[in-house]
């Protein structure tokens, strides 16, 4: 099964940008598709964006307009990038595969982004 390494994240002010990475053991060509997910103190971990082995993309309200995730096959990553942080933004992110059953795969440590001025 490939594990995903998720990192990029840190310390940025309110309106700054920040791009995440998601990169793979191994070929993510025939994965189904690849979310960022992010858990904030207290809430519980929801969906940002995804996108398929098409290259279809989805995202949710927070993150439309905002955020873009992409995906470099030759590189066996995910990109997550993430424009005019708010300090609601502020989470651990996380990225994981999402079969056609749209089950997950296992979680890794996340990567921790902080928007405080």
């Known amino acids: 099964q490939v594990q995903l390494v998720e990192s990029g994240g840190g310390l940025v002010q309110p309106g700054g940008s920040l791009r995440l990475s998601c990169t793979a053991s191994?070929?993510?060509?025939?994965?189904?598709?690849v979310g960022w997910y992010r858990r904030a103190p207290g809430k519980l971990r929801e969906l940002v964006a995804a996108i398929n082995n098409e290259g279809t993309t989805n995202y949710n309200d927070s993150g439309k307009g905002r955020f873009t995730i992409s995906r470099d096959n030759t590189k066996n990553t995910v990109y997550l990038q993430m424009n005019s942080l708010e300090p609601e933004d502020t989470a651990v992110y996380y990225c994981?595969?999402?079969?056609?059953?749209?089950?997950?795969?296992?979680w890794g440590q996340g990567t921790q982004v902080t928007v405080s001025s």
């Open positions: 994981n595969t999402i079969s056609s059953d749209l089950k997950n795969g296992a």
């Open positions: 191994g070929s993510i060509v025939n994965i189904y598709a």
